[in-house]
T-cell receptor, first 116, second 114 residues
Framework: AQKITQTQPGMFVQEKEAVTLDCTYD???????LFWYKQPSSGEMIFLIY??????QNATEGRYSLNFQKARKSANLVISASQLGDSAMYFC?????????????FGKGTRLHILP | ETGVTQTPRHLVMGMTNKKSLKCEQH?????MYWYKQSAKKPLELMFV???????ENNSVPSRFSPECPNSSHLFLHLHTLQPEDSALYLC?????????????FGDGTRLSIL
């Protein structure tokens, strides 16, 4: 069965520090995609970063990077130099076999609080 | 079980057909959303309803027409779609539009346009 696990329900981090949000996944498919979304208090899901299962390098998007460890089935999100605006809910998601019909599976999320 | 049910799970239609996607939530939420998920792309928010009122339309073409008869049901009416409209359509709900509660997603409807 496909599964996404985010073990940190909540985190408090001091402003300007780096943050690592954990995500592990379980799938038997060789082809899949991993996503991270940010959900601020406004409610909208904001896409942050994507990692394909066959990508050789870890994805990076500005202050966001994805620490992809395929053998461990781990896809942690790293936010460098955290800002107050980073306070939000963060969801890890997986879509298996990107070229075939399937649904997206989301983790339960991690609520990140950035402290001034 | 997320409490959000979408039907049908799969839909194949021609460009001249008219069909509807249905979403129902059993969570007592007041906000409902339609998202489009294309292959290798992130979720795209299409419509938002809060207390049955449409509060957001993200420049969605008029061939997609949403309907929210009550806070538990959300429809997406489709007509004269294009091949690029083939995607996974996700419905979600949350307690309120501006809530700190997370959105609960349905399993999606896989739409294929021939």
């Amino acid at each position: 069965a496909q599964k996404i696990t985010q073990t940190q329900p909540g985190m408090f981090v001091q402003e300007k520090e780096a943050v690592t949000l954990d995500c592990t996944y379980d799938t038997s498919d060789p082809s899949y995609g991993l996503f991270w979304y940010k959900q601020p208090s406004s409610g909208e899901m904001i896409f942050l970063i994507y990692q394909g299962s066959y990508d050789q390098q870890n994805a990076t998007e500005g202050r966001y990077s994805l620490n992809f460890q395929k053998a461990r089935k781990s896809a942690n999100l790293v936010i460098s130099a955290s800002q107050l605006g980073d306070s939000a809910m963060y969801f890890c998601a997986m879509r298996r076999n990107m070229n075939r019909d399937d649904k997206i599976i989301f983790g339960k999320g991690t609520r990140l609080h950035i402290l001034p | 079980e997320t409490g959000v049910t979408q039907t049908p799970r799969h839909l194949v239609m021609g460009m001249t057909n008219k069909k509807s996607l249905k979403c129902e939530q059993h969570l007592g939420h007041n906000a409902m959303y339609w998202y489009k998920q294309s292959a290798k792309k992130p979720l795209e928010l299409m419509f938002v309803y809060n207390f049955k009122e449409q509060t957001e339309n993200n420049s969605v073409p008029s061939r997609f027409s949403p309907e929210c008869p009550n806070s538990s049901h959300l429809f997406l009416h489709l007509h004269t779609l294009q091949p690029e409209d083939s995607a996974l359509y996700l419905c979600a709900s949350s307690q309120e539009r501006s809530s700190n509660q997370p959105q609960h997603f349905g399993d999606g409807t896989r739409l294929s346009i021939l």
